[in-house]
């Protein structure tokens, strides 16, 4: 019997409500296993929740730009008070250049405020490999080798009709790149077509 997990604890840093409440449904719809013990607005109540409840905290959701402040002074805080806490900032790096260079080796990674539920599971997955999956998805999706989050997206994307020339195109990859993880993929699953993949993605329930 597989032991059930302990949702991912998320603290979302963000002080326009309705962001907040986009993120919290991308975390929802992305049946992810994760719980948001924590909202702050500013930076003021970002570092008194981290004084109180960091110890708790497994995941930061942080905007770089806060009323009084920005996103280096809570993380800063989150160092000293959740140390083992991974940090995704929510910023369009295309547009905030600067944003990247400020923050460059502090935080695990970036995402944009506008990020949708699978793109949000993928980014997620690679910083807490399978423990981001609910308990139900994380037992059907357990196979013999473990698929990379690169490699589930892919899967994703096969499995909503796109080919590979438009999922090289949607992630910024040479066709050639895609028909090679593809491959990797059938060899992982055992399986030896796209329609079998497609049944796969199903049945493990990575899309609905």
Do not use: W
């Not at 992810?32 to 909202?39: D, F, L």
């Not at 499995?159 to 050639?176: F, P, T, V, Y």
């Not at 491959?183 to 077509?193: G, N």
């Amino acid at each position: 019997m597989m032991m059930k997990r302990q949702p991912i604890k998320v603290l979302l840093v963000e002080d326009h409500p309705l962001y907040r409440m986009g993120i919290r449904l991308s975390l929802n719809y992305s049946d992810m296993n994760s719980i948001v013990v924590g909202e702050a607005d500013d930076v003021r109540s970002a570092k008194t929740f981290l004084e109180e409840h960091g110890d708790e905290v497994e995941l930061i959701l942080l905007d770089y730009y806060l009323p009084d402040g920005n996103g280096v002074d809570v993380i800063r805080h989150a160092r000293k008070f959740s140390p083992k806490a991974k940090i995704v900032l929510l910023s369009d790096v295309s547009k905030n250049p600067e944003v990247v260079l400020r923050t460059q080796g502090l935080v695990d990674g970036f995402m944009g405020k506008d990020v949708e539920s699978d793109a949000l599971k993928a980014k997620l997955s690679t910083l807490f490999g399978d423990h981001c999956y609910d308990e139900e998805k994380q037992y059907r999706i357990q196979v013999k080798t473990e698929l990379s989050a690169r490699e589930i997206e892919i899967i994703q994307l096969c499995a909503n009709g796109m080919s590979a020339q438009q999922i090289a195109d949607r992630l910024g990859l040479s066709r050639r790149t895609v028909e090679v993880h593809k491959s990797h993929i059938f060899e992982k699953l055992d399986i030896k077509t796209t329609a079998n993949l497609v049944k796969y993605a199903y049945d493990a329930g990575l899309v609905k």
